[in-house]
T-cell receptor, first 121, second 111 residues
Framework: DTGVSQDPRHKITKRGQNVTFRCDPI?????LYWYRQTLGQGPEFLTY????????KSRLLSDRFSAERPKGSFSTLEIQRTEQGDSAMYLC???????????????????FGPGTRLTVT | QQQVKQSPQSLIVQKGGISIINCAYE??????FPWYQQFPGKGPALLIA?????SEKKEGRFTISFNKSAKQFSLHIMDSQPGDSATYFC??????????FGKGTRLSVIA
């Protein structure tokens, strides 16, 4: 088990450019989450997937943001027309939710990757 | 949107002392209340979690105390060590959001 990996670890881009981040979850995990974390704050939920289905998106996720998880394995998060306010750490996490868990119960044990730090200049 | 209030914002504790971090939430109907630990440059890692049908859970030097009626839970770190210096986050489930995190408590354990 190699844990959750994210690529790249750091990204510097100019305002207006598009960026794409990749997350590889723990292989047997069926749920994958994206969070954004700014300095001095806790992770803020952006979206999550159950296998390949995107189940929930936060209001924080504007139409410039899109996430995919083709085939229920790795996921990508794309930000179009980046703005300086997008500068943050983007965290990916995964978890295994058993069929017996009701609702979203069982999602508390999330395994986080090291994050991608985005700087928009 | 669930509000999660965590306190204090920062904490300095002498080595060997007890660190106490508190978390208050508005409402939840789900099963677990976790604490996460984050070191600089790393993602958060699950430290300990409690179910709402028990009032306390202990794992080594870490204890969660849970007060369902008050909608509060706290993390106690006994015999705090310099290696415990990190940022700690409480989290609660909320509606369709798997976890809502508190703003974090930066703990510094000094020798």
């Amino acid at each position: 088990d190699t844990g959750v990996s994210q690529d790249p670890r750091h990204k510097i881009t100019k305002r207006g450019q598009n960026v794409t981040f990749r997350c590889d979850p723990i292989s047997e995990h069926n749920r994958l989450y994206w969070y954004r974390q700014t300095l001095g704050q806790g992770p803020e939920f952006l979206t999550y997937f159950q296998n390949e289905a995107q189940l929930e998106k936060s209001r924080l996720l504007s139409d410039r943001f899109s996430a995919e998880r083709p085939k229920g394995s790795f996921s990508t998060l794309e930000i179009q027309r980046t703005e300086q306010g997008d500068s943050a750490m983007y965290l990916c996490a995964s978890s295994l939710v058993q069929y017996r868990d009701r609702g979203i119960g069982g999602s508390y044990e999330q395994y986080f990757g090291p994050g991608t730090r985005l700087t928009v200049t | 949107q669930q509000q999660v209030k965590q306190s204090p914002q920062s904490l300095i504790v002498q080595k060997g002392g007890i660190s106490i971090i508190n978390c208050a939430y508005e409402n939840t109907a789900f099963d677990y209340f976790p604490w996460y630990q984050q070191f600089p440059g790393k993602g958060p890692a699950l430290l300990i979690a409690i179910r709402p049908d028990v009032s306390e859970k202990k794992e080594g030097r870490f204890t969660i105390s849970f007060n369902k009626s008050a909608k509060q839970f706290s993390l106690h770190i006994m015999d705090s060590q310099p290696g415990d210096s990190a940022t700690y986050f409480c989290a609660v489930p909320s509606g369709n959001t798997p976890l809502v995190f508190g703003k974090g408590t930066r703990l510094s354990v000094i020798a």
